[in-house]
């Protein structure tokens, strides 16, 4: 077993390459392991490998090559970088258990600074597990780690800000035959003025002027744009053919050739679930979020949560969270005096305030949809094990009051994605049949290992201690 | 399904190939293999175990499990975590993967 880490830093998006880059400058000795081959987490995915490649760095934007120098001061900085390593095990005490090809390590550190990022919201429709149904997502990293774009009838189903971003970056790559199915509701639209206010402070004008940018494009293209979009369903046989859909009082069909789903990104809670951080329902982004103190402190002491990870607050704001934990850090390791910690936490405090007050104008006006949050009867909620939303209905109707109890009836959340993508769906679905809340419903309770880990594996660890 | 946004290096660096179910894909470095099958048009990965319904990547992102397949001779692989590498011998993942 490794000696004993300052912090180890789990994610490597812009909130793990913050922290990181922070902690190790400020002298403590610090660790980055993450899955992916190189820096830059989803958002910013192949960033240095796309720097010397001029037309997709173009394609991509500018706040995309942002990232560049993120990793740039990450490679630059003392911090120890472990990529293509996985993290199958957290204990509450900061000991962090790795596999890289097929070797398994345990580390501990005094702290720990969970930065895994988002994930897109599960949008169960029926149809949704066919071979070309994928995520907004899914297309834009293989854009951005592949230069791959997609190439027939693309129809992209949803709302929010990466699904029109998304968009126009298929257009500028050569996409031809885009053709989009907004689901935002039209009714968000009065209740998300309310918050306009507050989003025309801070950075929040920068934001509007991007997204306004994008509505344009999106019509100078002549994009076919179908509003107010509801009760999707695709089908095919071997693989997604066609997309039949509501719009205002019409139900239309057409045909495709691959389909990418996005209704918002919701914080990836695999790991800080495993551990047992205090989760909280959150009304306005419509899913659980860890509980922090104003440093991204978790519920167990030193245990932080940076980014995404903690609640959806974008790229930007999510590297300022990174140095207000790694600063937090730097303090109870008495590498900084308390006027040095007073003075960089009000800036970085200051800059992500700046970047949130865009937060719940976006969060009310592509508020997703109820259809996707409890989705009707026949639709596959869990897609590993095969199980209906009509099942999950069927066991709170006998008596079933949570998402673990419906786990053992059902095998739901118990396929190879450890229920990573069915568990906000199950536990809407059991609230709303209970009359309780998210709260009272809970989550599944998440256990190691978080990632496959074979016996063999495990063993080789044993016999190396 | 998926093209190239350079049309000019769509062709592999020598001997930037993997094998899937017998015939050659070619990739670019640092395509993941599921990227690679993609863009080959390889659909689908697998069957689902449950009720052998087809299955192809979701997320590309390591968290739904659905891009699994067979990395010489290991079953249950992530392909969408793991960067294509010469010479790679992959097949669909037919099932639940084997014990042993």
Sequence with gaps: ?465 | MFTRVERNSALPAGGNVLHFEGSPVPFQPGDSVAAALLAAGASPFRESPVDDSLRAPYCMMGVCFECLVEIDGRQNQQSCLTTARPGMIVKRQHGARTLG
């Design chain 1, 1 to 465: 077993m490794n000696a004993l880490w300052d912090a180890i830093v789990i994610g490597a998006g812009p909130a793990g390459m913050t922290a990181a880059t922070t902690l190790s400058e400020g002298g403590a000795r610090t660790l980055v392991v993450d899955e992916q081959p190189a820096p830059g987490g989803q958002i910013y995915r192949a960033v240095e490998r796309n720097m010397d490649n001029a037309s997709l760095s173009a394609l991509l934007g500018p706040d995309y090559a942002d990232g560049a120098a993120l990793a740039t001061s990450l490679r630059a900085s003392a911090a120890e970088l472990r990529f293509g390593t996985s993290v199958w095990r957290v204990d509450a005490d900061g000991t962090v258990w790795t596999k890289a090809d097929g070797k398994i390590e345990r580390l501990r550190a005094r702290n720990l600074v969970i930065a895994s990022g988002a994930m897109e919201r599960p949008v169960p429709v029926p149809g949704w597990t066919l071979p070309g149904v994928m995520t907004v997502g899914a297309l834009q990293i293989m854009l951005k780690d592949a230069g791959l774009r997609p190439c027939g009838r693309l129809v992209l189903a949803g709302c929010g800000p990466l699904l029109y971003l998304f968009a126009v970056q298929c257009l500028e790559a050569g996409v031809s035959d885009l053709v989009l199915l907004d689901t935002a509701e039209r009714a968000n639209f009065i209740p998300a003025l309310r918050h306009l206010p507050k989003a025309v402070s801070g950075h929040g004008p920068g934001y509007l002027r991007k997204g306004f940018g994008l509505m344009t494009a999106l019509r100078r293209h002549g994009v076919k744009i179908y509003r107010g979009v509801s009760n999707l369903r695709i089908k095919g046989t071997e693989r997604a053919a066609t997309a039949i859909f509501r719009t205002g009082a019409r139900t239309l069909r057409i045909d495709l050739d691959l389909v990418a789903l996005h209704e918002g990104v919701i914080p990836n809670q695999q790991i800080a679930r495993s551990i047992g951080c205090a989760h909280r329902w959150d009304e306005e982004q419509r899913c659980f979020l860890p509980i922090l103190d104003p440093m991204r402190e978790s519920s167990i002491a030193g245990i932080f949560i940076a980014g995404d990870g903690g609640g959806i607050v974008g790229a930007v704001a999510s590297a300022h969270t990174g140095a207000l934990c790694a600063l937090a850090i730097l303090k109870r390791l008495g590498k900084i005096t308390e006027a040095e910690f007073a003075d960089r936490k009000a800036i970085a405090q200051q800059a992500l305030d700046a970047h949130l007050t865009i937060r719940p104008f976006l969060d009310r006006l592509y508020r997703p949809r109820d259809e996707v949050l409890v989705p009707a009867n026949e639709v596959v909620v869990c897609r590993c094990e095969a199980i209906r939303a009509g099942a999950i209905r069927d066991v709170v109707q006998r008596g079933c009051l949570g998402p673990n109890q419906a786990k053992a009836f059902l095998r739901c959340g118990m396929g190879p994605c450890q229920g990573r993508i069915c568990g906000p769906t199950v536990g809407a679905i059991i609230a709303r049949g209970t009359g309780q809340t998210p709260d009272a419903t809970g989550y599944y309770r998440i256990r190691p290992p978080l990632k496959p880990v074979s016996i063999g594996e495990l063993a080789s660890q044993y016999e190396e201690d």
